[in-house]
T-cell receptor, first 118, second 120 residues
Framework: ETGVTQSPTHLIKTRGQQVTLRCSSQ?????VSWYQQALGQGPQFIFQ???????GRGNFPPRFSGLQFPNYSSELNVNALELDDSALYLC?????????????????FGPGTRLTVT | AQKITQTQPGMFVQEKEAVTLDCTYD???????LFWYKQPSSGEMIFLIY??????QNATEGRYSLNFQKARKSANLVISASQLGDSAMYFC?????????????????FGTGTQLKVEL
């Protein structure tokens, strides 16, 4: 059991609408990453948050935005939804070890939110 | 840019047999990590095993081992004594390392996956 939770489980939206997906990190984890997984593909990195700031972004347009809260939970917001945004959205949390910010290899994924845009 | 290639869209294996899932990678980074994840039909990505580029020995975790051949840029996953519960999608992934979190260094680049089916 990873301890990362996501809500909602499934969501259906109409093209042009806006959506907010939520992620609760595993206890003790202070970084969160979001991924988009289209059907039949591997996950694609959207962005990463650490200490409530975005500090890494993949090849996604600005209408994909996020937030990280002081309790390390996170939101992914997508504006002006397009049909191609239909996918499984995964969040992953990981701990940071040590004052130097040594990366742990542990990255635990939540069960995902399946978004369908019609 | 990093790239992961998984050339086996689907694999079948008999229960209790061993199976090797192929993964090749391409990167110009001197320091990187290689991961394997299992994704059942429920959708959750389950971490299986990790190999650092400077690790001298191949990683092992229970029935999982990673056959790391740096010169060939391959990181194949070996599952021994396959079980019916091993049926799932398997993804190979890579991460740049050495840049720290402030450099966005937790990004994983995934391959397209291999669907493994374990048969009786």
């Amino acid at each position: 059991e990873t301890g990362v939770t996501q809500s909602p489980t499934h969501l259906i939206k109409t093209r042009g609408q806006q959506v907010t997906l939520r992620c609760s990190s595993q206890s003790g984890h202070n970084t969160v990453s979001w991924y988009q997984q289209a059907l039949g593909q591997g996950p694609q990195f959207i962005f990463q948050y650490y200490r409530e700031e975005e500090n890494g972004r993949g090849n996604f347009p600005p209408r994909f935005s996020g937030l990280q809260f002081p309790n390390y939970s996170s939101e992914l917001n997508v504006n002006a939804l397009e049909l191609d945004d239909s996918a499984l959205y995964l969040c992953a949390s990981s701990p940071m070890l040590g004052a130097e910010g040594f990366l742990s290899y542990e990255q635990y994924f939540g069960p995902g939110t399946r978004l369908t845009v019609t | 840019a990093q790239k992961i290639t998984q050339t086996q869209p689907g694999m079948f294996v008999q229960e209790k047999e061993a199976v090797t899932l192929d993964c090749t990678y391409d990167t110009s980074d001197p320091s990187y990590g290689l991961f394997w994840y299992k994704q059942p039909s429920s959708g959750e990505m389950i971490f299986l095993i990790y190999q650092g580029s400077y690790d001298q020995q191949n990683a092992t975790e229970g029935r999982y081992s990673l056959n790391f051949q740096k010169a060939r840029k391959s990181a194949n996953l070996v599952i021994s004594a396959s079980q019916l519960g091993d049926s799932a999608m398997y993804f190979c992934a890579m991460r740049e390392e050495g840049k720290g979190l402030t450099g966005g260094g937790n990004k994983l680049t995934f391959g397209t996956g291999t669907q493994l089916k374990v048969e009786l």
